[in-house]
Structure formats: C-alpha cells, structure tokens
C-alpha cells in the first residue's frame, strides 16, 4: 500500500537526525562511503546535473538563491537544495522556485526505501542518516527534472557532508563565523578547515569576505590544490548607493565588469552575499556558461529568501531574522538600527541549547526595551529562564510565552502603532512566527 506524505516524512525522520539530535564529534558517524554507496545504487544522480557547491557558516542560502535566480534568468533549469526549511520540508528541494510536490516526496521515498534498508541492515560503513537521505532524493528529483545546474548548499561543515559527494563547477565558501562548534572545532581556523574540505584539484573556489584566521585557511588551501581562490573584499568589490527597509541598491566590481544591482533583501551582509554570487556567476562565465550581465541584474533583483529581516506588517512593525549566532546577532542589531526607524522595540525570541545565548545577547539586548522569550517544539529549544536571567543581567525584563502562538498575540498587545517587533533567535522561531502570522491574516 502506497505512503501517504505524513508517512513518508516520518519515515525520513525515524532515522539519526543531527538536526534535532547531539551531533557526535567523531568522523566515523559521518562516513561518506554509504551516501556513494546509496547514490550508486539509484545510478548516480549527483551527477548528473552542473553543480555550483556552498559551504559557509553564514550567508549560504542567501548566496545560493541569488545564483539560482541569475541562472534562471539566464534560461537554465536550475534546483536548489538547502537547509533546514522554514514551514515545510518540500522547501529543501526546489526547482526553477518550485517546492517538489508531496506526491515527488513519497515516491522518491518509495523508492529509496528497499535500498536504504540494505545499506543499513549491513551497515558497512555505519547506518544512513535522515540527511544523508534527503540529500539522495535531492539528487533523484533533480536528475528526474533534468536540471541543467544544481545548486548545493551543505548541510554541516563541508568535508564530511553529505553533500560533498559533487563534481562541482564552482565552489563557494561563504562567511565563517562560530557554530556547530562541537562537531566543526571551537576556533575559526578548525571550523574554516572543515568548510575548506568543499575546495577540489581543478576547480575554482570563491571566497567571501573572511576574518583573517578562516582567509588564511582557504589562501593555504587552495596554494596546497593548486587553484584560482577568487576573493570578495580583493578581486571582487562592492558599495553600497542606497537603501530603503525593503530594499538595497549597491555596485559590484567583478573581474569581467560594474554591476549597478538591486535586491530585496537588507542589512549590509546581503551585499557581501550578493557580490559573492557575482564572483561564482562570472566563474561560471569563465567556463562558457552563456550568463549576462542582464541575467546578474534581472537575476539579484527577483531573488526570494524569507526570514530573513523580512517585514511581515506595517504598523506596527514586524520583522522575522533567522540570526542564531553571535555575529548574525550582531548583524541583525546593525541592521534593524540602520534600516528601520521606531519609537520602542518588542523582542520575541527563543533558542537552541547549542547555541550561545549569553553572547547573542549581549548583542540585541542594546535596542530592547522589553523581551518575550518563547521556544519551538523543536527537541533542541533552550529553556526559557536561561534567555530570561541572560536580558535580566543586561537590564532588560523578559517574559515567558510557552510558545509563538502566545508570544506573537502578547507581543502585538503591548506595541503601540510606531513600535516594532523582533522575532529571531532561530529559523524555527522565525517559522512559527510566520505560521501564526498566516493564521491571523496578517501575511497570505
């Protein structure tokens, strides 16, 4: 009898899932062997496709979706797989903007289930994960859709990931910064080696902007394979002309030529995203790809990537931002100070237990004046009166909703027309927030 889709996701997830579980640190759990083994025996759907490879702590689906905006633009079929999702898990595999449909889901799942059971039984190399899983059908679906390119992000770091199975193009290493530090090492430089392991023998890597540790790490790399490292910040540049809270417009000097470019997204980091898409995208061109300038412009103006400082409503103001670690914190204050003007600011926010809350504090607590602390269903949510004694020592008073659907209602009683607020702390957060905001008319 034929799965139906709640099936099917339970299924996928009745595997080890290092999303909502402690990930172990040792790379015997992250064997890349079984996901070959896997993608052999379902006849080698990675590649298949042209694949543009991202690796980074920060900045990954931003860059990921401009690229595959400018491809399709420029008349490619073009999928996308990135992580987590936002309100479905349909939202990792996509091709030309199009979420697969349930029905996809079950029958790739269908049909991986009799292979996955052999390779676990056996379990040569360990047992499959539910991301190692979803990376399969990734690939599955896009060589059924015939996609001319791939775009990859990674799942966790990059020499181990799933992921990391790709004949790449191209190969993008976005902004370091700290997370995953159990699995990925506690200093940039370990964190950066671990992205780094994306970089191959022949194959042109980008670099964003890099503090000087993880900089010297991917110089160092790419010396030791012998390829070009094309760097934003040194070979490809960018400035900032002007911005409005929906939008910026910003120049980008490539190697092959001046962008005058728009995108929907703010905060200044968007613009170190959007000049690392240009890099990538004239690599491509290097290659023959038939990509214009036109295709850059049109490409980065129609980009789509929700939650991030995405308003929600007007009046009073309410933004999601799926910040979760220090520096995005950071960025998240710059940016709301920057491009948004308000009298007082509401904070709804709630946390992973990995994540660390004392330092995303002190970031965002400067321009709070009160504080709602929630968490998601998710296993991993941090307990609320640890983010509460953390705004309390910076002397902002929190309190505690015991989820997003009393948080938001809370948050909207207490602002007055010209106040805003802030729903972030991580992309879980971000989506229930979303979710309640649908159910209460205030998005479609």
């Known amino acids: 009898m034929s799965m139906n889709y709640q099936q099917a996701l339970d299924y996928i997830y009745s595997f080890v899932d290092y999303e909502t579980q402690a990930r172990p640190r040792d790379a015997a759990y992250y064997d890349l062997r079984r996901v070959d083994e896997l993608l052999e025996k379902v006849g080698n759907p990675h590649l298949k496709a042209k694949t543009v490879h991202l690796a980074g702590t920060k900045g990954k689906g931003s860059t990921a979706a401009m690229i595959t905006s400018a491809l399709m633009d420029a008349g490619y079929s073009t999928g996308l797989f990135t992580s987590p999702h936002l309100l479905t898990y349909n939202e990792r595999i996509r091709v030309n903007d199009e979420l697969i449909s349930n029905e996809d889901m079950i029958m790739l799942t269908e049909k991986l289930q009799p292979i996955i059971t052999d390779i676990n039984e056996r379990a040569t190399y360990g047992k499959l994960t539910t991301f190692e899983i979803m990376t399969a059908m990734g690939f599955m679906y896009f060589e059924m859709k015939h996609v001319d390119f791939q775009v990859v992000e990674v799942g966790l770091g990059g020499r181990l990931d799933a992921t990391n199975v790709v004949r790449p193009e191209v190969t993008v290493l976005t902004t370091i910064g700290y ?145 979760h670690t220090i520096d995005s914190a950071r960025r998240a204050r710059e940016s709301l100070t920057r491009y948004f003007t308000f009298d007082k600011a509401i904070l709804i926010i709630g946390s992973s237990m990995d994540k660390d809350i004392t330092g995303m504090v002190n970031e965002l607590a400067p321009i709070f004046d009160k504080v709602i602390v929630t968490r998601s269903d998710h296993p991993r949510a941090m307990a609320s009166d640890r983010i509460i004694a953390e705004f309390h020592k910076k002397g902002v008073e929190g309190a505690a909703a015991k989820n997003v659907a009393e948080a938001l209602p809370l948050a909207l009683s207490m602002a007055g027309e010209n106040d805003m607020i802030v729903a972030t702390g991580s992309l879980f957060i971000v989506a229930k927030v979303l979710e309640e905001a649908q159910k209460r008319g205030i998005i479609r």
């Not at 503090?211 to 790490?217: C, I, M, R």
């Not at 394979?225 to 910026?248: A, H």
């Not at 300038?293 to 991030?308: D, F, M, Q, T, Y």
Request: hydrophobic share 45%; proline share 5%.
């Open 179 to 323: 997370d995953h530090m159990e699995v990925l090492g506690d200093t940039l430089s370990l964190i950066a080696g671990e992205k780094a392991g994306i970089m191959k023998p022949g194959v042109t890597a980008v670099a964003s902007q890099q503090l000087p540790d993880p900089d010297k790490v991917f110089e160092d790399r790419a010396a030791e394979l012998g390829i070009p490292l094309i760097k934003v910040g040194r070979d490809v540049l960018w400035e900032s002309t002007s911005f409005s809270d929906m939008n910026q417009m910003f120049r980008v000097k490539g190697r092959h030529c001046e962008y005058n470019l728009t995108i929907p997204l703010v905060g200044e980091h968007q613009l170190i995203n959007a000049a690392t898409a240009v890099a990538a995208l004239e690599v491509l061109q290097d290659k023959g790809y038939r990509i214009t300038s036109e295709h850059i412009v049109h490409g980065l103006a129609n980009v789509k990537w929700p939650g991030r400082l995405q308003i929600l409503q007007r009046k009073p103001l309410l933004v999601v931002d799926g910040a």
